[in-house]
């Protein structure tokens, strides 16, 4: 069997677990009208780590935002395992969000006056079945720095706490909005290293957004993006770890 049926016969074995249908996001403002989002369909499946491609402003973070039910379409709908979010009332989305994802962003937006530990313990307290802060700090690899604040931790360090504090609630999705844009390079690679232990220990279905063509070799399939349209699916014949890529 070729590779590309064999992915796509694995695949179907896999529970849908993320669904869009017909998304489109129209912002106007005045007079000024801004598609961000022309007719999507796409499904990511249980434990799947895909890449969402794409140049600035091709619609990738605003699609993130309405999968991940913070913010909503102008038309089109979502389905997590069967279920539709998109006429959700904001309270059943607020309790979505609580319990069944995990957001990265860009920037850490951590607690300055608290610990790494005490970090990732805020959500912790609120998860129905959470895993221990020291226990999603290990899977990052930040075991020896349970005790440091935001402000002695490199960048790439803080990232992480923040993958550890979006995973600590055991999340069935995790959504990662560009968590290597604010690092350098060698940070970078740890980071999204901790993304890929963390989709491969919990299988935590996980969509990474990147402008970085070269990430998108970790991931099991990768969605192009182009001026708010779904330009291209391919799947990755042979999905490579993050330490074999070549940077």
């Not at 489109?24 to 403002?29: F, P």
């Not at 979502?78 to 006429?87: A, I, K, S, Y």
């Amino acid at each position: 069997m070729p590779e590309e049926a064999r992915a796509l016969s694995d695949r179907q074995l896999k529970r849908p677990s993320l669904s869009a249908v017909g998304l489109t996001k129209v912002y106007r403002t005045g007079e000024v009208v801004v598609h961000a989002l022309r007719g999507i369909d796409m499904t990511l499946y249980e434990s799947e780590l895909v890449v969402l491609l794409g140049p600035s402003g091709s619609g990738k973070s605003t699609l993130l935002n309405i999968l991940g039910g913070l913010d909503r379409p102008t038309e089109g709908q979502v389905f997590f395992d069967g279920t539709e979010l998109t006429g959700f009332t904001e309270s059943a989305l607020t309790r979505f969000r609580r319990d069944h994802v995990g957001f990265v962003f860009q920037f850490y937006n951590l607690i300055p006056s608290l610990t790494a530990r005490e970090n990732v313990a805020l959500v912790t307290e609120i998860a129905p079945a959470p895993m221990a802060a020291e226990e999603a700090l290990r899977l990052v690899d930040l075991g020896n720095r349970l005790d440091h604040f935001p402000a002695q931790l490199s960048g790439g360090e803080q990232q992480r706490v923040a993958i550890a504090r979006a995973i600590a609630k055991r999340p069935r999705i995790l959504l990662c909005d560009e968590p290597t844009g604010a690092l350098d390079s060698k940070s970078g690679v740890l980071v999204l290293e901790a993304i890929q232990q963390v989709n491969e220990e919990l299988g935590t279905t996980t969509a990474l957004i990147t402008h970085n063509a070269i990430i998108s070799e970790m991931a099991d399939r990768v969605f192009c993006f182009a001026d708010g349209a779904l330009s291209k699916v391919r799947t990755n014949e042979e999905k490579r770890r993050v330490s074999e890529i070549h940077w």
